[in-house]
């Protein structure tokens, strides 16, 4: 169970790493950040806004809220490891993007 103490979406004044995807949140970066009490212990945890959104997302069906940190893509409640369709899709779609910046290069 937790409390949330404060919510916010500031803009980095510095290099963090996402609680949900483990990708770095640059400078000047609008991100979401979470203070509050997990299971009796003080926690703060910076993401993404697309990570914080799809981290509600995947425990909104759970009453815990747990998560493993640093395990999924960015923006998604798949693990990086997912191999469904839709992933297969959509590394498809990142590779075909990727060749093209380096043809244009």
Not at 49 to 54: P, S
Not at 66 to 71: D, K, N, Q, S, V
Request: with cysteine; charged share 30%.
């Amino acid at each position: 169970m937790s409390t949330t103490l404060s919510l916010t979406e500031p803009i980095a004044r510095k290099v963090h790493r996402c609680s949900w995807c483990g990708e770095i949140i640059p400078v000047k970066t609008r991100y979401s950040r979470w203070v509050g009490i997990f299971e009796g212990d003080f926690q703060s945890n910076k993401m993404h806004l697309e990570c914080h959104k799809a981290q509600q997302k995947y425990t909104e069906s759970w009453d815990d809220g747990l998560y493993t940190p640093h395990e999924h893509k960015r923006g998604s409640t798949h693990e990086k490891w997912c191999s469904c369709e839709e992933c297969r899709r959509n590394s498809l779609k990142s590779l075909d993007s990727s060749e093209s910046i380096v043809k244009d290069m």
